[in-house]
């Protein structure tokens, strides 16, 4: 597949999914071409992509890290490697940030939407 297909490809998917974009982040869709098939394929894919529903996995993983943090299951094996448990504590905190982060960006989407 060419370069230019892949181009014009996605051009037909940003265009027919617009509503779904929001207009602050200008060239949201990127692609990137290689010409080298893995071994026994003609052709492969790869998508990657970036949505604020992420935010779930990750409030997923504090809730299950904090539930584990508070009973110190496994801690000893860290402290016994040199880490601090107030690595921990930033880590959860970096986390409930990030969530906090991605649900503002999905609030602000969401009030966009209901402007129009």
Not at 88 to 98: G, H, I, Q, V, Y
Request: some cysteine; charged content about 25%.
């Amino acid at each position: 597949m060419s370069t230019k297909e892949v181009d014009e490809q996605m051009i037909n998917v940003q265009n027919k999914n617009s509503s779904y974009f929001v207009e602050w982040i200008p060239n949201n869709v990127k692609s990137s071409v290689c010409d080298i098939p893995p071994r026994g394929l003609s052709m492969a894919s790869t998508f990657i992509g970036n949505s604020t529903s992420i935010q779930e996995m990750f409030r997923r993983v504090s809730e299950q890290f904090t539930a584990m943090f508070r009973r110190k299951a496994f801690l000893h094996w860290y402290t016994g490697e040199g880490m601090d448990e107030m690595e921990f504590t930033e880590a959860e905190s970096n986390m409930n940030d990030l969530v906090s982060e991605y649900q503002q960006y999905q609030d602000a989407t969401a009030d966009e939407d209901g402007e129009y």
